[in-house]
């Protein structure tokens, strides 16, 4: 059931799910909705049931707990100067996600679970600022009047090879290596933090997803479930759907965060 916060002088509803989708076992997804921080995240484990769910699980609990216990005092505990509000939340937006690393890190090498890891994408709402921390490939996209754009960028093999200009999007369809992450939590024992910020507008609509959604849908697909469907919740259940009616190869796991007008 989708959940709505207040912004400055608007409001911003959430609503997510995540699911096994048609060919796994298990789901290696995890997620996390707002209860009462404007903060949401999707995470895709990787190195099977064993280990994958353990990491995804790790790094939203430790990203949640992270922000729950700085909510009041983070600005006064930091040993740095904080120039503004802004600059200190990206601050603890990238602290939090550096702190799961660490965490699924040392969990891997005291239980030797050397293939345990997992994407992130998390989104925290400002008052008039939305702070988007990213390490992996699972996405964040932004609809704003009917146009889709995606605001991360996937630290993948194939992303790197399209970077390079050795590779066409076109020739990238069919490459059998497309789904190999070159940056993730628990790979190496620090991580780079990619953080992205904007003013968020009357109408915009963020999306959260691991692969198993955008790996099986098109912009073009997304754009348009989003733009049809104007309930939050079944929205989500329709994206899923069509993921699954795509192949569902992989987990599937979606949130979205869309700005409303204050009540």
Known sequence: MSSSFPLDDKRVRFSGATNIGRKREHNE?????????RLAIVADGMGGHASG????????????????????QQTLTWPYKVESEE????????????LANMNIWERTQKEGQS?????????????????????????????????LVQLTED?????DYIKMKRMTAEEAENWPHKNVVVRALGMKESVAVDIFTEKPMLGDCYVLCSDGLSGMLTDDQLAGAIGAERDLDRCVEKLIDMANEAGGVDNISVVLARVEAGS
């Open 115 to 147: 293939r345990m890891g997992t994407t992130i994408v998390a989104l925290y709402f400002l008052d008039d600022k939305v702070i988007i921390g990213h390490v992996g490939d699972s996405r964040c996209y932004r609809m704003r009047e009917g146009e």
């Open 87 to 98: 600059r200190a939340e990206v601050m603890r937006m990238t602290q939090a996600v550096m």
């Open 29 to 37: 997804d995890s997620i996390a909705l707002p209860t009462t921080l």
């Open 53 to 72: 769910d353990v990491a995804s699980r790790l790094a939203v609990d430790t990203v949640t707990e992270y922000f729950l216990a700085t909510a009041d």
């Open 155 to 159: 630290h993948s093999l194939i992303n």
